[in-house]
């Protein structure tokens, strides 16, 4: 919790605005997530779908992020939290795999992300070091700006 913690305070102070956003979704996911489990009687014993939930959610808002974000890390971090959804679709094909290892699956990938998201907020601060500035999200359309009319302008 303390990792979270330092994490997230370094991604809101430091970072732009994927970083920012990122870190607060992460964040407020992993209490959700502790809520989740406290809500179901056999932990990990069967398929957690409040926490699949809580995952899924997680998953579709790191995609936005992705989508919008003019960063590499939004997308590695979906891709772990895609294979996180892949450990409880795998636990409801197989409901007799071990329930350690289903709770394994999904924990192990919480490290990687909270490093993804400190690579993506010391890059962002290198950036805005070299070039004074750092885009962070894209344009709505995806599409580059039109170029200038050719010719001399009226003044």
Do not use: C
Request: hydrophobic residues 55%; without cysteine.
């Amino acid at each position: 919790m303390t990792l979270l913690g330092l994490t997230t305070l370094y991604a809101l102070w430091a970072g732009g605005g994927p970083e920012r956003v990122g870190a607060a979704v992460y964040a407020l996911s992993v209490p959700i997530t502790h809520l989740a489990l406290l809500a179901s009687n056999q932990h990990w014993r069967n398929l957690e779908l409040g926490v699949l939930i809580v995952d899924a959610v997680t998953f579709v808002i790191f995609i936005l992020i992705a989508l919008r974000a003019d960063r590499f890390w939004p997308i590695w971090v979906s891709a772990l939290l895609g294979i996180a959804l892949l450990g409880h679709l795998a636990r409801f094909v197989m409901p007799d795999t071990y329930w350690r290892a289903y709770a394994k699956v999904l924990a192990m990938w919480s490290y990687p992300i909270l490093a993804l998201m400190v690579l993506g907020t010391f890059l962002h601060r290198r950036r805005l070091n070299v070039y004074g500035a750092d885009k962070s999200w894209t344009s709505s359309s995806g599409r580059s700006d039109p170029a200038p009319p050719a010719g001399p302008t009226a003044s």
